[in-house]
C-alpha cells in the first residue's frame, strides 16, 4: 500500500493514473499534479475512484520538494516534460523520495540528449538512500528490459542490437505528432547518431533509411535515429559491437516536417514578434492537435521491438522480441493512443516494481540494470504483452 505523485497531466499522464487506479493494492492512494490543474481534474473526473489534484510549476524544485513535504509519497512519477527532470530529482532528493522518469533531461535552449546530466545525481541519490529510475517508457524502457532479458535467457553475448519503432496508425489529421509535439520534433531533426565497434557515428537527419518488415504490420519505411536508450544499453549490453535505432515515418509526415524546417517553424531560438519573443516551435505546439486529443478516431497499431544477432553456446543466433499495440483498443481501454498507451504502461509498470521492492537501489538507475523477469511478466498481465520470433534478423 503506497503513496503516489504523479507529475504532468498530458496524454501519458493520463494513463499512467488510469493504469495506477486499476491497481488500488499497490497504488492506494494517487495524486497528480501538473502545471494546468484543470488538465488533472479532467483525468480524476474521469476515474472511478478519488484521486487528489494539485498545481505545481515543476520547473521549480521548491515547489516540487515543498508539494512532495505535503503529501509525503513513497515514489514521486515524472510525466511532465524532460525539461523537468532535473527541477524533480531536485525536489526529490532534497525531500528524500524516489523518482522516476521515461525521457532523459534536455536543456530547453539547445537539443542536446544526454544521460550526463542525471547520472551524476548518482551519489547524490545513493547519499540520501534513494533511487531514481530513467526512462521507465517503451523506448526508452520496455526496449531496455527487452535486452536485459534476452542477455539473461538467450545469449552469452549480443552482437549486433536493432530497436526498431512502427507507428503504423491513421489518426486522420494531416500532421500530428503522437506525443509532446516540441519533444518530438526536436528529437527528429538533430543528428542521426549510432554506436559502432566502441565509437559513436554521426549522420546526416534521416540520411539513412531502409524498409524493415514489422511484425503484423509488414514492411514500412524505417530512418535511422538517435535515440537516448543507444547511450546507456551501449554500456551494459555484454559483447556489442554495433546498436541503432529505426523509426518509421509517412511520407505525409516527412513533407510536413520538411516545410515547416524550411520556413523556420522548428526553430528553438527565440525570434522577435510584434515586440515578444517567441520561439516558433513552441508556437507551433500551440497550433498543432495536443497528442492527447488524438485518440478517438485513431486506427490502426504500432509494432515496436528488438531485433538481437550474438552468440549462445557457441553458435549464432538472431531473434526478436516485440509487441503490437492497437490504437482503437488503448482508446476503448483507458481514452488514449497507442503512443501514450505504450508509455503510460511501462511507467506504470517502473513505478510497481520500486513500490513492490521488486527493483530496490539506491542511486541513480537505467531499467537494464534491473532483473527484467517481474517486469516482462508485468507486461503481459497489464496490456503490453510480448512475443519472441526466433530467426528474425532486420533483412527478413
Ligand atoms: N519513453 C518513451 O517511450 C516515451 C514516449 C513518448 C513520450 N515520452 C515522454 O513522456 C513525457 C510526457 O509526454 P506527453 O506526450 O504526455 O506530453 P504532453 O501531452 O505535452 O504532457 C506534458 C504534461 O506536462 C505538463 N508540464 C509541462 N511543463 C510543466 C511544468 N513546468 N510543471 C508541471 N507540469 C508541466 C504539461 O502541462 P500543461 O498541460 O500545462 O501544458 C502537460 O500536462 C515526455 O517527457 C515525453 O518525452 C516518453
Known amino acids: 500500500m503506497s503513496k503516489v505523485l504523479i507529475i504532468g497531466a498530458?496524454?501519458?499522464?493520463?494513463?499512467?493514473?488510469?493504469?495506477?487506479?486499476?491497481?488500488?493494492?499497490?497504488?492506494?492512494?494517487?495524486?497528480?499534479?501538473?502545471?494546468?490543474?484543470?488538465?488533472?481534474?479532467?483525468?480524476?473526473?474521469?476515474?472511478?475512484?478519488?484521486?487528489?489534484?494539485?498545481?505545481?510549476?515543476?520547473?521549480?524544485?521548491?515547489?516540487?520538494?515543498?508539494?512532495?513535504?505535503?503529501?509525503?509519497?513513497?515514489?514521486?512519477?515524472?510525466?511532465?516534460?524532460?525539461?523537468?527532470?532535473?527541477?524533480?530529482?531536485?525536489?526529490?532528493?532534497e525531500a528524500g523520495v524516489d523518482y522516476l522518469d521515461t525521457a532523459n533531461y534536455e536543456p530547453k535552449d539547445v537539443a542536446k540528449f544526454e544521460y550526463s546530466y542525471q547520472w551524476n545525481y548518482h551519489d547524490r541519490y545513493k547519499d540520501k538512500g534513494i533511487m531514481a529510475l530513467l526512462g521507465s517508457g517503451f523506448d526508452p524502457g520496455v526496449t531496455n528490459v527487452y535486452c536485459a532479458y534476452a542477455m539473461k535467457h538467450y545469449y552469452d553475448e549480443i552482437n549486433y542490437v536493432d530497436?526498431?519503432?512502427?507507428?503504423?496508425?491513421?489518426?486522420?489529421?494531416?500532421?500530428?505528432?503522437?506525443?509532446n509535439p516540441e519533444i518530438n520534433i526536436r528529437e527528429i531533426t538533430q543528428k542521426g547518431r549510432y554506436w559502432e565497434n566502441g565509437q559513436w557515428v554521426e549522420i546526416d537527419p534521416m540520411s539513412i533509411h531502409r524498409d524493415i518488415n514489422y511484425p503484423e504490420v509488414g514492411p514500412k519505411a524505417s530512418y535511422l535515429l538517435y535515440h537516448e536508450e543507444l547511450e546507456s544499453l551501449a554500456k551494459y549490453i555484454k559483447g556489442l559491437k554495433r546498436i541503432r535505432f529505426w523509426m518509421t515515418f509517412g511520407e505525409q509526415y516527412l513533407t510536413h516536417l520538411r516545410v515547416l524546417q524550411n520556413v523556420g517553424m522548428t526553430r528553438i531560438d527565440p525570434v522577435d514578434y510584434e515586440g515578444h519573443k517567441i520561439v516558433p516551435l513552441q508556437f507551433l505546439k500551440a497550433v498543432l492537435p495536443d497528442?492527447?486529443?488524438?485518440?478517438?478516431?485513431?486506427?490502426?497499431?504500432?509494432?515496436?521491438?528488438?531485433?538481437?544477432?550474438?552468440?549462445?553456446?557457441?553458435?549464432?543466433?538472431?531473434?526478436?522480441?516485440?509487441?503490437?499495440?492497437?490504437?482503437?483498443?488503448?482508446?476503448?481501454?483507458?481514452?488514449?493512443?497507442?503512443?501514450?498507451?505504450?508509455?503510460?504502461?511501462?511507467?506504470?509498470?517502473?513505478?510497481?516494481?520500486?513500490?513492490?521492492?521488486?527493483?530496490?537501489?539506491?542511486?541513480?538507475?537505467?531499467?537494464?540494470?534491473?532483473?527484467?523477469?517481474?517486469?516482462?511478466?508485468?507486461?503481459?498481465?497489464?496490456?503490453?504483452?510480448?512475443?519472441?520470433?526466433?530467426?528474425?534478423?532486420?533483412?527478413?
Open 291 to 396: 497528442p492527447g486529443s488524438l485518440g478517438v478516431n485513431y486506427k490502426g497499431k504500432t509494432s515496436i521491438g528488438v531485433i538481437f544477432d550474438g552468440v549462445k553456446d557457441g553458435q549464432r543466433k538472431q531473434m526478436m522480441i516485440y509487441n503490437v499495440c492497437d490504437h482503437a483498443e488503448c482508446y476503448k481501454e483507458v481514452r488514449a493512443q497507442a503512443v501514450s498507451y505504450t508509455t503510460g504502461v511501462p511507467a506504470m509498470i517502473g513505478a510497481k516494481m520500486i513500490l513492490e521492492g521488486k527493483w530496490k537501489g539506491k542511486g541513480v538507475f537505467n531499467m537494464e540494470q534491473f532483473d527484467p523477469d517481474p517486469f516482462m511478466a508485468d507486461l503481459n498481465l497489464y496490456g503490453l504483452p510480448w512475443k519472441i520470433i526466433e530467426g528474425k534478423t532486420i533483412d527478413n
Open 10 to 93: 498530458g496524454g501519458v499522464g493520463n494513463v499512467v493514473v488510469q493504469k495506477c487506479a486499476q491497481l488500488p493494492g499497490v497504488f492506494s492512494e494517487i495524486v497528480l499534479a501538473s502545471r494546468t490543474v484543470k488538465k488533472c481534474q479532467d483525468i480524476a473526473a474521469s476515474l472511478k475512484r478519488p484521486i487528489t489534484v494539485e498545481q505545481v510549476d515543476a520547473d521549480d524544485a521548491k515547489q516540487v520538494a515543498a508539494l512532495v513535504g505535503k503529501h509525503k509519497p513513497q515514489l514521486v512519477v515524472n510525466v511532465a516534460l524532460p525539461y523537468q527532470d532535473l527541477p524533480i530529482m531536485d525536489g526529490c532528493l
Open 163 to 179: 530497436i526498431v519503432d512502427c507507428n503504423a496508425g491513421d489518426h486522420g489529421h494531416p500532421f500530428a505528432t503522437n506525443f
